[in-house]
């Protein structure tokens, strides 16, 4: 298949249980794909080997620094701060060996999504555009659009309390790549099998 | 001051709870110091910045792409599977929302330690050398002498079940500027106050 390439295989370790193969372009919405599905899915692992070997090609950092930065920051508080705990590992992890209340996992899960938005709010304020740094789709988006999306759909959180990302959740539903990409349009998963 | 520099602001947010604004070359003894007083106190976020502003430098990674792949993962595991699940804070939230049995936060703690090192061990049993991924200081090497460090002085992790890592640990051990970074060697900073 054209297109179609192997990663090398330690970016696709059962580390992650799951066995990415193959992947398509535009990356972006590769990336997008496996982040709606699941967070933990990919990580920056795999957007920076691919910035590195495909340089030119639909660019997922600007080339400023400042703006390369800016972009990492969100993505890195998405995958350090704010998915690891509220992924449903985790809160299966709280279930087994903590509390098998609902409502302590998803009182713990609200907790980390309100905090990290929080930061991220007070963040991008000065750098969102139409999206979260300008107009373009970058690195920052693809990591924030899936997390906005399941705050919202899986954790119940009012996102009306963050007045930019919702603006920018607004705006990541009008993107065709982002809408194709939601976990929705996937008639062969289920949100218990994200994780 | 010779050497010093403000990150921007962005990157220093109160996120963190502190306030880098200078720093040092070599910029991974920094980064080491960083993450041995606090795995949360600095981020990919700022080693990607310093990577880009000063590729010339002392590089945080290699030329190879491959190569900076296998940097890119171990980094990865160890900010987003790792430390985000065993940090003070979260165990904090831990004693004061679920549980305040100290048994029950430590043993979250090594479970998550321990699933991380089991994934470690088998990234880089093909790519070590006298450390992480080699025979010179990189990310991954940055992320990881930290975190075994804490693994055996705060979490009381049997490393020797580890291997490779007991290695890489006894290698990390020899460098100065690794034995000048660490929580120890600093005498305004208790454990307690690392997160």
Same mark, same amino acid.
């Given at each position: 298949m054209e297109n179609q390439e192997s990663l090398p295989t330690f970016l696709s370790s059962s580390w992650y249980n799951y066995n990415i193969t193959i992947f398509y372009i535009p990356f972006y919405q590769l990336i997008l794909h496996c982040l709606y599905h699941s967070? &933990?899915? /990919?990580?920056l692992s795999i957007s920076q080997y691919l910035e590195d070997k495909y340089p030119h090609h639909y660019p997922l950092l600007p080339q400023d620094i400042h703006k390369r930065a800016i972009n990492y920051q969100p993505a890195n508080i998405v995958s350090s701060s704010i998915q690891p705990l509220q992924k449903i590992a985790t809160l299966k992890c709280i279930e087994e060996k /903590?509390? &098998?209340?609902p409502d302590v996992k998803l009182a713990w899960a609200q907790h980390y999504i309100k905090k990290g938005f929080v930061a991220l709010e007070r963040l991008l304020k000065d750098y969102a555009g139409r999206i979260a740094t300008g107009d373009e789709v970058y690195l920052a988006d693809l990591f924030l659009a899936p997390q906005i999306h399941a705050a919202i759909k899986r954790f119940n959180v009012d996102v009306t309390r963050f007045p930019l990302l919702s603006k920018l959740n607004e705006a990541y539903n009008e993107i065709p790549a982002f809408q194709d990409a939601m976990l929705e349009k996937q008639p062969d998963t289920t949100l218990a099998s994200a994780s």
């Open positions: 967070l &933990s899915f /990919i990580n /903590i509390s &098998s209340d």
